[in-house]
Nanobody
Framework: QVQLVESGGGLVQAGGSLRLSCAAS????????MGWFRQAPGEEREFVAA????????YYTDSVKGRFTVSRDNAKNTGWLQMSALKPEDTAVYYC??????????????????WGQGTQVTVSS
């Protein structure tokens, strides 16, 4: 089992920045790839970013490329999602998730085995 806890969400004005953290415990975090997803009210959960277990591979949905950066520190059992130039359409509950290996379906929530409880990000216009 891997337990994940997100933090760092909040209310920010458009154009601002937030840094989300995902703290892992349980099984060895470095053995797992990590993904970030978000879900707005009435919408399906959507892929935001993913990072391989080494940190050497990163993937982003088109709408956040150039604005968001995913990273991790296996020694600290922590991953981050740095979000900049935030837009009102980025408003959602953000979740981190873990899976042993990233496949070609890394953007599919069903591929991930472990999930955090989510943290709310609200971007005002």
């Amino acid at each position: 089992q891997v337990q994940l806890v997100e933090s760092g969400g909040g209310l920010v004005q458009a154009g601002g920045s937030l840094r989300l953290s995902c703290a892992a415990s349980g099984r060895t975090f470095s053995n797992y790839a990590m993904g970030w997803f978000r879900q707005a009210p009435g919408e399906e959960r959507e892929f935001v970013a993913a990072i391989s277990w080494t940190g050497g591979g990163t993937y982003y949905t088109d709408s956040v490329k150039g604005r968001f950066t995913v990273s991790r520190d296996n020694a600290k059992n922590t991953g981050w999602l740095q979000m900049s130039a935030l837009k009102p359409e980025d408003t959602a509950v953000y979740y981190c998730a873990a899976v042993r290996y990233l496949s070609s379906r890394y953007n599919n929530p069903s591929e991930y085995n472990y999930w955090g409880q989510g943290t709310q990000v609200t971007v005002s216009s």
